[in-house]
């Protein structure tokens, strides 16, 4: 008979020890790559912030110059401004002699506002009428047109300049404010038209749909349901016409003759030019002070309608 043999016993399996996934060697070459990973990162961050940092002066310093040599005294004005910050202590002497040339500098800067706000005014409003119409209405030569006005964009508007004039002598607006305001609109209109028509195509038709079942009419369905979608545009549309406006010279130049009519680039051609000979440098760095603040002012208000609206006006 065979003898059955008793079962060994078993003891608890062990546990297998992890095998090593590197060497140290291997390790230390991985934090090194790390290092210098990091290290690249931020100096190439380093560099980023001081290339910006450099262009931002570059562009600033001739505004912080003027501004600056705008302080110097009525003697010290008469230098050339260099160095550009007052030597003999802060004044207020090249402001007081810009208000000497001219019919004065509130005048100038009156007539600067009202032409460019009166350009404001009429361009954003034909324009918003304009984009809209050719935006939403089917009607002959549609396309024809359109490419028409966008067309004026490459002809200079010196070569109209004199059939401009005319026009205006024959209708009795030469040497006015609002004979200037109608050619800087007729400039201004064919961009802020395009503008207007790819910021009309951006918004969705259902909208304007809804509206009219709820019995929205043209007019009221424009100015209380689409002008706030295309706010960003009309505020890129005012800011160009607001600039033109404000720093255009020659047509002001031409087809104003009176002294009291000057804008301001006209006045700054005469503080440039002198008196028999002499250039008041310190009214000059004045002059470019007060044009430039309502400049700066309206685009830091406005700068994110800007950037909205020339993003949503530039494709369709």
Partial sequence: MTMMQPALARGPTPTPTPTPTGTPSTTAANEAAKAARARRKRNGAVAYHTAGAAIVLFFLAPFAIAFLASFRSGTEGMTPPLPPWPTTGFSLDSYRSLDTFGAGIWQHTLNSLIVSLATV????????????????????????????????????FQSVLTPLFIILAKLGLNNSLFGLVLVYVTLQ??????????????????IEEAARIDGARDLKLLV???????????????????????????????????????????????????????????????????????????????????????????VK
């Fill in 224 to 314: 209380r349901v689409l002008l706030p979608l295309v706010l960003p545009g009309a505020t890129t549309v005012a800011i160009f016409a607001f600039l033109n406006a404000w720093n255009e010279f020659l047509a002001a130049l031409v087809l104003l003759s009176s002294n009291n009519n000057y804008t301001m680039p006209v006045l700054m051609m005469a503080v440039r030019a002198g008196r028999l000979g002499a250039i008041n440098w310190g009214a000059v760095q004045a002059g470019v002070v007060v044009m430039t603040i309502p400049c700066l002012i309206i685009f830091l208000l406005l700068q994110r309608y800007y950037m909205r609206g020339l993003m949503a006006g530039a």
């Fill in 121 to 156: 005014v009429l361009t954003v409003a034909i324009s918003l009428l304009a984009g809209y119409g050719f935006s939403r209405y089917r009607f002959p030569l549609k396309n024809t047109l359109f490419v028409l006005i966008i067309a004026t964009l490459m002809i200079p």
């Fill in 189 to 206: 209109l064919p961009f802020s038209v395009f503008m207007m028509r790819n910021a009309f195509d951006a918004v969705p038709k259902e």
